[in-house]
């Protein structure tokens, strides 16, 4: 039995929340967190306590999740001015409270953040109470937010090698958490009608939904061989609904998509924003996408997001400036006419998932749970033991990529190992 076997950790935090980008992959984490504690062979039950806002999206998927969910008050700073600035730091030493609170009642053996309002608050308590921590960046340009954490966090999750270089020794790259379901989508068989998803994110995207809206005059020539399934948000949701059924297009319009990865695999096409998830989730589909990024995105982390994605051949990048309706088809249309276009897309989009992200980043929280004189001599087993094998069949490669004054060691499974 080697020490982290024998190690038992038992009580997560998952800080943070707001939209699907971070609720999903706190699920995910979650999820697998419990289940290595619930096998034949595992050390001892574990328990897991995701913290969110009561106006996140999290205040409805984690409870539908059968997880518990504790909430504390706080709201977003950045971006924004006036009177919703000052009304919302005034409820940030109420969120600290909140934050206080919740350690001292959980004896938690480590933190993770996903990022979102909630994250900040509870990843700093956690920090002062001594908790390891885990801070997760799936974008290409780390947020200010995690920035801050990263300073004072043990280890930084991250999806991207360039934001490993970013964030320096602290960072391993991960992957991003993704649901196994994506994973399960199989190969498109394309065939009529040419089925096109389009999906702004959890909340929908007005710039998106009127940009289709005012496309589907000129769509309409190949209407005959269309079928769209398009996720509006509540907001937006009936005038919509309502512009579709005016010009008789065959179309599926929701509000909101619980079973996304289904509609992934029904799916030819993909029209969507470039959040760090949607990305992941594209990828683990293997599905071909047209990324719209937001424009007022912090940092302008979503352009960054897809301009990875197209410079690897991956996907489209289409400027949400240029949304107009002969763009868009000019998008579309030759999806429809150069299948085997299509299907290179969807090869490498593919080659680009990590499947083992989830289970990298619960390997990662199991190695800052452990007390540190454990991991100083589970570090020394495995350093022996990596000297021993001279053939070094699944172990780290020999060549390494030379960035600035870092070195970055590339194992036989694309991840990323840093001393």
């Known amino acids: 039995m080697t020490i982290r076997d024998s190690f038992a950790p038992r009580n997560l935090l ?28 595992s050390s001892g039950e574990r328990t ?31 971006g924004i001015g006036g009177t919703k600035f000052v009304r919302n730091l005034a409820l940030l030493p109420a969120g600290l409270w909140d934050s206080e609170r919740i350690v001292r009642r959980h004896n938690f053996c480590a933190a993770f953040g996903v990022g979102g309002y909630a994250s900040g608050p509870m990843m700093l308590l956690a920090a002062m109470h001594g908790v390891p921590s885990v801070v997760f960046e799936p974008n290409v340009q780390p947020g200010f937010t995690n920035r801050v954490l990263a ?36 190969p498109e068989q394309h065939r009529t009608p040419f089925r096109v998803l389009i999906t702004g994110g959890s909340r929908g995207a007005t710039p998106i939904n009127r940009a289709i809206v005012d496309s589907l005059d000129a769509l309409s020539v190949r209407k005959d061989r269309l079928f ?15 512009a579709y059924a005016q010009r008789e297009f065959p179309a599926e319009v929701l ?8 509609r992934f695999a029904q799916a030819d096409l993909i029209v969507c924003r470039s959040g760090a998830i949607t990305v992941a989730e594209v990828s683990a589909a293997g ?11 912090t940092d302008a982390h979503q352009t960054r997001n897809a301009e990875a994605m197209q410079n690897a051949g991956a996907a489209r990048l289409l400027p949400q400036g240029e949304l107009a309706p002969e763009r868009l088809t000019a998008e579309i249309f030759p999806f429809m006419d150069q299948p085997q276009w299509l299907a290179e897309m969807e090869t490498r989009a593919r080659a680009l998932a990590r499947p083992r992200a989830v289970e990298d980043i619960v390997d990662l929280l199991e190695e800052v749970a452990m007390p540190a004189h454990a991991r100083r001599s589970e570090g020394s087993r495995e350093g022996a033991e ?19 004054e870092k070195d970055v060691a590339i194992s036989s499974d694309g991840k990323d190992h840093r001393p």
Not at 14 to 38: C, D, K, M, Q
Not at 255 to 262: L, R, V, Y
């Open 14 to 41: 998952i800080a943070g929340g707001g939209t699907g980008g971070h609720v999903f992959p706190a699920i995910a984490v979650a999820r697998e967190w419990l289940r290595r504690g619930s096998g034949a062979g």
């Open 287 to 297: 599905r071909a996408a047209i990324f719209i990024p937001f424009e007022a995105s």
């Open 151 to 186: 300073k004072m966090a043990t280890r930084v999750a991250v999806a991207y090698s360039e934001t490993a270089e970013r964030l320096g020794r602290k960072a391993v790259v991960t992957g991003c958490p993704v649901r196994k379901e994506f994973f399960s989508v199989p």
């Open 228 to 242: 769209m399934v398009h996720q509006t948000g509540e907001r937006d949701y009936n005038e919509v609904r309502s």
């Open 48 to 78: 897991v306590v995701i913290v969110g806002t009561e106006r996140g999206l999290e205040a409805r998927l984690v409870p539908q999740a059968g997880l518990p969910l504790e909430l504390i008050r706080v709201a977003g700073l950045k």
């Open 386 to 404: 990596v000297r021993s094998s001279a053939a070094n069949p699944a172990g780290l490669r020999t060549d390494a990529i030379r960035s600035g």
């Open 255 to 262: 509000p909101f998509i619980d079973n996304m990865a289904e």
